[in-house]
């Protein structure tokens, strides 16, 4: 059920964290997975540990580059199947800082770049005649675990949850599933500074319901599961949120 043998699958944000982990993953199931990010470097490095990859530098930052990389992909004669968008950034934006620019980043990036990859897989799903899968990647900090001077952050992440239930009539009518993961606390190089000291570690796992931080892997089977058609062909506009209990809110 979760082979995902003669499948493609463009994942985002490859070059680290849990973008770099989801390559992993779709590559121990079989699939043919193109890595997708601005840093083609890290991602050519990372390319020769594996076998049945394909890299694409990309800017989701900017639509020109979202189509540009579509255009490479099918020039190279390949037809994606799943497509995960995990890129994203994250900055503080206190709300009496003078300067907007930190703001309009994360919705430009976190935001707009989903919905320039989300149109751009989409349109190439229904041309190709796929039951494609789209799998977004949200935040708790968009959903109900909101924190101090993240505004930004939170509103561009919340916003990835309400595209994705907006658009399930319009994608059904092609086949092709919308779905939103929602991870917590993960450890990953952009989180390592947060955990960085046993104090810290223990300071965020005393928050957490379950007691501990996710690794990466701890994705894994959210990942599988949305990309295997036999697995969830009757599920979009789902949101799963994957955090250990911290959103739950419970004393």
Not at 62 to 73: C, D, L, M, T, W
Request: some cysteine.
């Amino acid at each position: 059920m979760f082979s995902l043998k003669g499948q493609t699958i463009l994942v985002m944000g490859a070059s680290s964290g849990l973008g770099k982990s989801a390559v992993e993953c779709y590559c121990m199931a079989g699939a043919h997975v193109i890595m997708a990010a601005r840093n083609k470097d890290a991602l050519e490095a990372y390319a020769k540990e594996l076998s049945n990859v394909t890299v694409i530098q990309l800017d989701i930052r900017r639509e020109r580059s979202v189509h540009k990389a579509f255009r490479v992909i099918e020039d190279k004669g390949l037809q994606v199947d799943t497509c995960l968008n995990n890129a994203g950034t994250f900055q503080q934006t206190p709300l009496f800082d003078q300067e907007n620019h930190g703001f309009e980043e994360m919705i430009q990036t976190n935001l707009m770049g989903t919905w320039y990859m989300t149109k751009a897989a989409a349109c190439h799903m229904r041309k190709n005649k796929r039951k494609g899968s789209i799998i977004q990647v949200s935040s708790v900090n968009g959903a109900n675990y909101l924190y101090g001077e993240r505004a930004g952050y939170c509103v561009a992440k919340a916003g990835v949850i309400h595209l994705t239930k907006a658009l399930v009539g319009e994608l059904s009518s092609w086949g092709i599933r919308i779905n939103t993961l929602v991870p917590g606390l993960f450890q990953t190089p952009a989180t390592q500074g947060k955990i960085k000291t046993s104090a810290k570690r223990q300071s965020f796992e005393s928050k957490i319901p379950l007691g501990l931080i996710a690794q990466p892997r701890d994705l894994w089977g959210a990942l599988l599961f949305f990309a295997s058609y036999a697995a969830s062909r009757y599920v979009t506009g789902t949101t799963l949120t994957l955090d250990g209990g911290i959103s739950w809110g419970g004393a």
